[in-house]
């Protein structure tokens, strides 16, 4: 999501391209976790919480033991514990496709959008 509102990121287009797609509502429900640096995450939360299209999931504290698990068990992979938990929701909400450039997606079984399937 970070590429999407940053217009540097190497990723910028094929990011916001999807994003788009998502606004049009061609990828289906839309689901999010709070990550990315300061200023782009004001942006996109403004959009977010403008939106119809995104639907916030929360961390219980199931999920979160669950996460913490997992990232422990991880520990010969260099996947963030935002990434682990961005997963954990995925699998639990049975969310096969991640709008996501980096590999620790792939790592965790998922099929990322742009760079795994095409938009």
């Known amino acids: 999501m970070y590429a999407a509102f940053d217009e540097d990121d190497v990723n910028h287009e094929k990011a916001d391209a999807v994003f788009d797609g998502m606004a049009a509502g061609g990828y289906g429900p839309v689901f999010n976790v709070d990550q990315i640096g300061h200023t782009a995450a004001v942006d996109a939360l403004s959009t977010v919480r403008q939106s119809q299209t995104f639907n916030i999931l929360p961390v219980g504290k199931e999920t979160f033991e669950t996460v913490c698990e997992e990232f422990e068990r991880y520990d010969d992979q260099p996947i963030s514990f935002i990434d682990q938990t961005s997963a954990v929701l995925a699998r639990e ?14 790592t965790l079984g998922f099929e990322r959008v742009p760079v795994d399937r095409e938009i």
């Open 93 to 106: 909400h049975e969310i096969k496709h991640m709008f996501a450039i980096d590999s620790d997606f792939r």
